[in-house]
């Protein structure tokens, strides 16, 4: 197994920063982890014994690391990656959890050259409907999928086969995550399906029962698991999507189309039997989810 990084830089310490920071902590204790943040943040997650120390300059917590890892907003991480690439050492692998990755590789391959840190995009498939170094845990990756960035043409390429590249990957093993190879556009596509256009739904979905819902209460007063399960996404900030929506909108208008297109064929078969057959096939994928974990 290659050897542990000596120096990690985590650039946001909330909910992801957080949870890779104690998944640092606990599988790599060689590694010196310095977290970046604002500063009540930062003395929580010193609290919480995910980070040894904080610095409030951005410059000062990439120096020194042989890995950075940006757990900030989308648009926040374009902004942070040109100081990024010119404050880290050149030996020190730069990667990223935003959950769109075409914008972000872009913005990135415009920043990091031969002599730059190397850049490598990822984007963790774990989280929460809550944010913040408060709902942080070493657990959070654990029989995740880790989407790491891979071009066409880059399989063969010094990057690709580059022992920083490795290092993380076998991190992301210890951490009991499986890292998935994609390409930036894929994973975007993929991510807009399986993760933003349910929490539109959820959005969507609130919004009824809450129209729906009178001065006495109903229907919600009546609203048992079932419901807080559907609408468990509902509780994300939009401060947390703003960006991936922005970034990806053309995904998430094609999602929503067929989104809706199923709603309307839902509609016109209330009272057919071929209702039966969408149940079932409802089913079927619930099952693969349920057994992939």
């Known amino acids: 197994m290659p050897a542990s990084f000596r120096r990690a830089a985590i650039l946001g310490t909330g909910l992801i920063g957080g949870s890779f920071a104690l998944a640092l ?29 904080g610095v409030a300059d951005l410059s000062r917590a990439v120096a020194g690391a042989d890995l950075v890892f940006l757990a900030l907003p989308v648009g926040h991480i374009i902004e942070a990656l040109p100081e990024v690439a010119r404050c880290a050492p050149p030996e020190a692998l730069v990667t990223d959890a935003a959950s769109t990755k075409r914008a972000v590789c872009a913005a990135a391959a415009e920043s990091y050259a031969a002599q730059s840190p190397l850049f490598l ?12 170094i408060a709902a942080a845990e070493a657990g959070l990756f654990r029989g995740a999928k880790y989407v790491l960035i891979r071009e066409p043409g880059e ?5 690709a086969n580059d022992v920083r590249v490795e290092k993380f990957a076998a991190l992301l093993r210890r951490f009991e995550a499986e890292p998935v190879w994609l390409r930036a556009d894929a994973h975007d596509r ?14 969507a979905l609130a919004g009824v029962v809450r129209g729906q819902t009178d001065e006495t209460g109903l229907p919600v007063i009546l609203a048992a698991r079932g419901l807080r399960d559907a609408l468990r ?5 939009y401060t947390v999507w703003r960006d991936i929506i922005l970034t990806n909108s053309d995904n998430l208008e094609r999602a929503l189309d067929q989104l809706i297109q199923a709603l309307e064929q839902l ?27």
């Open 121 to 132: 995009g990822g984007h963790p498939m774990a989280g929460k409907e809550i944010s913040g």
């Open 233 to 237: 996404l509902a509780g994300s900030p």
């Open 190 to 203: 993929a991510a807009a399906i399986v993760s933003h256009l349910p929490q539109l739904l959820a959005v």
């Open 267 to 293: 509609r016109s078969e209330l009272r057919t039997r071929a209702l039966e057959e969408e149940f079932a096939a409802a089913g079927e994928l619930y099952k693969i989810l349920r057994d992939l974990g």
């Open 25 to 53: 902590r606990e599988h790599s204790p060689g590694t010196v982890v310095v977290g970046w943040d604002k500063e009540h943040v930062l003395r929580h997650a010193r609290e919480r014994g995910a980070i040894h120390e």
């Open 155 to 159: 399989a063969d390429s010094a990057a």
